[in-house]
């Protein structure tokens, strides 16, 4: 039978080399991964001595203050809910080439977003409706946020990375703007949400709510877009050369838009989970550089959906592991941000993560 023109016909026994190529790349990428981790572990504890604490007293409060009881770990579930989002609000414009930095500010639109729609929405909607528009309102202003610099970068080719951060600052001047102006209250936050406008509580005895599931549900719906879609698949050919792909009839400005404002979605989700799920309100300074730290949480995944939960869960119970340390040791919270700087740098120098500036590789 005739082989298409184009393609090969090849026997089963060519694709060995390249699946013993794949798994001694895998194999190294994981050692690369536990160098980085054990080089983190024996910096930190050289500080933790320093301090004049045991190192493994320091440890045992670190995974006490993440897992060490149910409602730690819900709490450490909560903030991996909102690093899923924002590893995923990196991950997608990321994977077509282009570096949202912005993730920061479409977390905080979307935040301002949640508490306007969830204090000014009518009294007469069932809960579940107000829930649901909120949800989807600050979904979309994510998804604007995202926008601009995706239209920007398609039609006047502008840098991505300045207009994404500079973006990061408008957004977080307007969630001030809310807090001390249009819904102020006596503390240092917008009015709270009324408590049928908030996500329930799915695990009892712990703080964890359906914020969890919606950022869950946020993994699959970006896992299903990139490997099971057409959008998903421009996404990456534009990613692997964006030249190639517009000379093979693709639209590039338009999947740059998409890219973005799909990636400016998810932050703004994280912004909703935040107001309905963890804080009941805007409040001042509530995101502790998540959307930055969402970067961190897609690159460590290689960009990977999936792989974005357990990436997420690891810096989330970095973060929240800290609270326990200064607990039972008296340290200082601020070292566990020392730990989170450690790692991502010990994960770029031992090529765990590896960045490459999109328009250079053009």
Not at 71 to 92: D, E
Not at 110 to 136: M, Y
Request: charged share 10%.
């Amino acid at each position: 039978m005739a082989t298409p023109q184009g393609l090969e016909q090849r026997s089963p026994l060519r694709s060995l080399p390249s699946l013993t190529d794949s798994l001694r790349s895998r194999r190294e990428a994981l050692l690369r991964l536990l160098a980085a981790l054990a080089a983190t572990l024996a910096i930190f504890s050289a500080l933790i001595a320093a301090l004049g604490v045991n190192p493994l007293d320091a440890f045992s409060a670190y995974w006490e203050g993440a897992a060490g009881n149910k409602f730690n770990f819900g709490q450490t579930l909560m903030i991996a809910s909102l690093l899923a989002c924002t590893g995923l609000a990196a991950a997608i414009p990321f994977q077509a080439h282009l570096w949202n930095v912005g993730g920061e500010g479409q977390l905080w639109v979307g935040a301002v977003a949640a508490a306007a729609l969830a204090l000014k929405l009518p009294d007469g909607l069932a809960d579940w409706q107000a829930i649901t528009l909120t949800v989807i309102g600050a979904t979309l202003a994510g998804a604007l946020w995202g926008f601009i610099p995706g239209i920007l970068k398609a039609t006047a080719g502008a840098n991505e990375v300045i207009t994404s951060l500079m973006l990061v600052f408008i957004g977080i001047a307007l969630g001030n703007y809310a807090i001390s102006t249009l819904f102020p209250s006596q503390s240092n936050q917008t009015e709270s949400v009324p408590f049928d406008r908030l996500l329930p509580n799915i695990w009892t005895g712990t703080l964890v709510t359906a914020g969890v599931l919606l950022a869950l549900g946020a993994v699959v719906f970006a896992f299903v877009l990139m490997s099971g879609t057409s959008l998903g698949f421009k996404i990456r050919a534009v990613g692997l050369n964006r030249n190639t792909a517009r000379i093979s009839g693709m639209s590039t400005g338009r999947v740059i838009v998409l890219s973005f404002a799909i990636g400016g979605a998810f932050g703004g989700l994280a912004g909703a989970i935040a107001v309905l799920g963890i804080n009941g309100a805007l409040v001042a300074g509530f995101s502790a550089n998540f959307g930055f730290l969402g970067i961190a949480v897609a690159l460590v995944a290689r960009l990977k959906p999936l792989w974005i939960i357990p990436s997420a869960l690891l810096f989330a119970g970095l973060r929240t592991g800290s609270g326990g340390l200064q607990a039972q040791t008296g340290i200082s919270a601020t070292v566990g941000e020392i730990l989170v700087t450690v790692l991502v740098v010990l994960l770029l120098a031992f090529g765990v993560i590896r960045l490459r500036y999109a328009e250079a590789a053009q």
